[in-house]
């Protein structure tokens, strides 16, 4: 493989990188609490949960609609801020006010009442939404045209944006403690303007702070107004067939959607496992450990993994860090077989190893305990009378290499796709409208892995009214929460085997841009 410097150029200033992983924290923690939080549609506001699942369904179609759209408008945009910016500050503004008002929802109101509010208010949320997210992603695509800092900033952005998932767990242990709020509509009201006012804060940083392609060079611009809205949509329709045809992308696409339904198919078989099967169907007993797991899996997918993944596609390409990372993944979901065996972390907690750390952990909250009752915080504590599932988290550094290689690697190659585009379309670039045809594929896949997820459930013989599970249905859990992940990530590896944009190519690719532009 040809090794190239990066050239001080194409580095990203520290600043920018920090500004530009605010907006991904940003990123993933307004659809994180708005997961998280349609959790209390049902238990806080009294939702049917077929009008719920309506409420979660039907926003997401107009999503995928809005998203090509915002994408086309951001590529071709000429302003004097640039042609990410000015979207990005005005959408974290209407975002966070918008998530505010989206959940301000009062349970004395009808049901139906109550459904049109937040149906409604969703739509003109995710407007908000999508005028910050799919800008905010093409502007990642074009800070650097090099293609190991390209690596560097996305996975810069992506260990901020695993912060959001260090939160979101927390969610509804906080909402639902009596000692924060005397109910769980007060929870509501007030965490979602706490969540509204930090995502402002830290969403307006990109605009400011980071630094889009020399706009100079952009030529055949369509100029965005009413009166060319007919044949802005000719274009836009036109843009998406070429980016169609670009194949590396469409393996991009392929790939992601594989590893990313796969892993969003079985995301909360994780939590009946712990609950239904580890604690025999007591919420009381599995206590916090669902919101650790999931803590525990973001902090080493942020610190642990995504640096790891960051190394080896700068030494030996991305193609091969993504073969080899999602591979690491499979052996991760393999070793779950073990780690949730309730036999095994049974024997493993008489061991004096695991006897001396629970101890310890004990000891620990011990002493800040008295400080976590002081400021309302008793539901972060540990309880380790009952010893702590030690095992749970052995695979967890293995499952994070593929969600954490996932993102990381094919968003840094999505942006070496976007400079094949240009050369083989020309002007203007088409950052934007890349950004949101793959995040459209991201949403298609975590709209079907929900449907798909129930219908697992469903054939498994699952049973949401009963607390005791049979054993054929605990059996049956277990082994495709293992092995649907494992497929899907099999056959993404598949689809990138033969992926040839390498950085040798990636390169020339750029070397003859710059040249056609008439840049030094």
């Known amino acids: 493989m040809t090794k190239g410097n990066t050239h001080n150029r194409a580095r990203v200033p520290f600043i920018q990188k920090m500004a530009f992983g605010s907006g991904h924290l940003v990123n993933n923690l307004l659809p994180g609490s708005l997961g998280f939080f349609m959790f209390f549609l049902l238990t806080a506001f009294g939702m049917d949960p077929f009008l719920a699942g309506l409420l979660g369904g039907i926003p997401r179609i107009f999503d995928a609609i809005t998203d090509p759209i915002m994408g086309f408008i951001s590529d071709n945009t000429n302003s004097r801020w640039g042609r990410r910016r000015p979207y990005i500050f005005i959408g974290a503004i209407l975002s966070g006010i918008l998530f505010a008002v989206l959940w ?16 409604i208010f969703s739509m003109i949320y995710l407007i908000g939404n999508t005028m910050f997210s799919t800008p905010l992603i093409g502007l990642g695509y074009e800070m650097s045209s090099d293609y190991n800092e390209r690596t560097r900033l996305m996975a810069f952005s992506q260990t901020f944006g695993q912060f959001a998932w260090m939160i979101v767990p927390w969610f509804w242990v906080i909402i639902a403690d009596p000692e924060m709020f005397s109910s769980q509509v007060e929870g509501v009201h007030k965490m979602s303007i706490v969540v509204a006012a930090a995502c402002m804060v830290l969403g307006v940083l990109p605009a400011i702070f980071c630094k889009g392609i020399d706009s100079e060079h952009i030529k055949n611009r369509k100029e965005i107004n009413f009166g060319t809205l007919f044949s802005n949509l000719k274009d836009l329709i036109k843009g998406i067939v070429e980016v169609s045809k670009n194949k590396p992308f469409m393996k991009l696409c392929g790939a992601t959607f594989l590893v990313f339904n796969g892993f969003q198919m079985v995301a909360a078989f994780s939590v009946y496992i712990i609950v239904f099967y580890m604690f025999s169907g007591s919420y009381e007993n599995a206590g916090t450990w669902p ?25 030996w390409g991305k193609r091969k860090a993504f073969i080899i990372s999602t591979f690491i993944s499979v052996l991760g ?12 972390n049974a024997q493993f907690n008489q061991t004096a190893f695991a006897q001396t750390m629970n101890a310890g952990v004990g000891r620990f909250f011990e002493l800040i305990n008295p400080t976590l009752d002081q400021w309302n915080m008793s539901w972060f504590s540990i309880d380790v009378s009952n010893g702590i599932p030690w095992l749970i988290f052995i695979p967890l550094p293995f499952i994070a290499f593929g969600i954490g290689g996932l993102f990381t690697l094919m968003m840094s190659m999505t942006a070496d796709v976007c400079d094949l585009d240009e050369l083989r379309n020309g002007m203007p670039r088409k950052e934007g409208t890349f950004g949101a045809i793959y995040w459209w594929m991201v949403k298609l ?3 079907l892995a929900l449907v798909l997820s129930g219908l697992v459930l469903k054939l ?6 009963t607390v005791i599970q049979s054993a054929d249905t605990l059996l049956n859990l277990r082994i495709a929460d293992i092995l649907i992940p494992a497929f899907t990530a099999l056959i ?29």
């Open 460 to 465: 498994i013989g699952f049973d949401q009214n």
């Open 104 to 119: 301000q929802l009062d349970p004395t109101n009808s049901q139906m009442f109550n459904f049109w509010y937040f149906l």
């Open 291 to 315: 919101a650790w797991f999931s803590m525990i899996s973001a902090l080493l997918t942020a610190f642990v993994v995504i640096p790891i993944i960051s190394s080896m596609a700068n030494r």
């Open 445 to 447: 896949g975590q709209a």
């Open 333 to 344: 979901y393999s070793l779950k077989w073990w780690g949730f065996n309730v036999e095994l």
């Open 492 to 520: 993404a590896i598949w689809v990138m085997w033969k992926y040839d944009l390498t950085e040798k190519k990636a390169r020339e690719i750029k070397d003859e841009l710059v040249q056609r532009r008439g840049e030094l």
